[in-house]
C-alpha cells in the first residue's frame, strides 16, 4: 500500500505504507548511491529508511532482508539485507543501508543485458517487526508480523557508469559466454572453458591451456574459418571483421598448441596464472562473437 502524502526520502523513488493492524511502518528505499569493491565480489547498496510514524513502540526491531533480480523477475541476482540492526526511533525515521553482492561475472552479466541502456532492477524486501511489549498478550502473527514490499528500481546509464567506476580497481575480467546444458556448440565451448579455469585454479597452468585449445576445437566444428594464408593475403586494412577474427583464431590456437608440445620450442615455454588466463580470456571473447545460429 502506498501513501502519496508520505514526504520522501533524498533520491527515494519508492514510498511505501505497510499496515500491521493499527500500526504503520512507512518504508523508503533509493536507488544505488554506492558500489564497494572486493576481491572478486562487489557491494552494491541502495539507501533505506524505516518510520514507525509513532504507531509503533520506540526501539522496536525491524528485521529487512529480501531478494533482486536484473529487470522485471528475469535474473535472480541473489539476496539483499540491511547492513546494521534498524529499531524504530521515537520521532523521525530509522536508516540505514540495503546490501547486495554482485561478483565480477554477475557484473558482465549486468552489463550485457544492460548493453548500454538505463539499469533495471527488482527488489522484494520483507519486514518483520520484533517484539513489542505492548501486544505481549496477542497472537504470534500479531507480535511478530511480516510483509513484503516490491520495488522497481531504474538506475540512469551515467549514474550506473559512475558506480562502477568506484569497483573498477577491484574487477577481474569477466567475459559471458552462454553455456546451455545440453549437446549444442555452445555447451562444447563452455564445458571446456570451465575445465580450463578449474585447472588454473589448481595451479595446472599447460593442462588449463590445452583445454582453451579444445574450446578452440569445439567452435571449429561449426564455424567454417578461412586458413591463415588466405587471410594474410588481403591487405590489413582491407581486411574484413570476420577475416580479423579468423586471424585472433588462428594466433589463438597457435599459442594453446603450444602446452600440448614437448619440442625443442614449446620446453622454452614457461606456463604461468597471467599466460594461462590471457589464452582462455581470448578463447571465451571469441567464443562470446559467435553467431547464435553457429553455436546452437
Not at 80 to 92: K, N, R, W
Request: aromatic share 6%.
Amino acid at each position: 500500500m502506498f501513501d502519496a502524502t508520505t514526504p520522501p526520502m533524498r533520491h527515494a523513488v519508492h514510498v511505501a505504507l505497510i499496515m500491521f493492524g493499527k500500526r504503520q511502518l512507512s518504508v523508503s528505499i533509493g536507488p544505488p548511491d554506492g558500489l564497494r569493491k572486493g576481491a572478486g565480489t562487489h557491494r552494491l547498496t541502495f539507501p533505506i529508511e524505516v518510520d514507525g510514524r509513532t504507531t509503533i513502540g520506540t526501539g522496536v526491531p525491524v528485521t529487512i532482508y529480501g531478494e533482486a533480480w536484473l529487470g522485471p523477475y528475469e535474473d535472480w541476482l541473489g539476496m539483499v539485507f540491511a547492513d546494521t540492526p534498524v529499531i524504530v526511533l521515537e520521532s523521525g525515521p530509522s536508516t540505514a543501508s540495503l546490501v547486495l553482492s554482485l561478483t565480477d561475472e554477475q557484473l558482465a552479466v549486468v552489463e550485457q543485458r544492460r548493453a548500454g541502456s538505463d539499469l533495471q532492477l527488482r527488489l522484494k524486501v520483507q519486514f518483520l517487526l520484533g517484539y513489542d511489549p505492548v501486544l505481549q498478550d496477542k497472537s504470534v502473527d500479531d507480535r511478530w508480523p511480516s510483509k513484503y514490499v516490491e520495488q522497481s528500481v531504474s538506475v540512469q546509464s551515467e549514474a550506473w557508469v559512475r558506480l562502477l567506476k568506484q569497483a573498477s580497481a577491484g574487477m577481474s575480467l569477466a567475459i559471458v559466454v552462454p553455456v546451455p546444458l545440453d549437446a549444442s556448440t555452445a555447451a562444447h565451448v563452455g564445458s571446456h572453458l570451465r575445465e580450463a579455469i578449474r585447472k588454473v585454479n589448481n595451479s595446472e597452468y599447460p593442462d588449463a591451456v590445452i583445454d582453451a585449445r579444445k574450446a578452440i576445437e569445439a567452435m571449429d566444428a561449426v564455424v567454417h574459418w578461412k586458413s591463415e594464408n588466405v587471410v594474410v593475403r588481403v591487405k590489413r586494412d582491407e581486411r574484413s571483421l570476420e577475416e580479423r577474427l579468423t586471424m585472433l583464431r588462428h594466433a589463438l590456437y597457435g599459442v594453446a598448441s603450444v602446452a600440448a608440445h614437448s619440442d625443442e620450442v614449446a620446453s622454452t615455454f614457461t606456463w604461468d596464472r597471467e599466460k594461462a588466463l590471457a589464452v582462455i580470456a581470448g578463447v571465451s571473447s571469441l567464443a562470446a562473437c559467435l553467431p547464435k545460429e553457429a553455436a546452437s
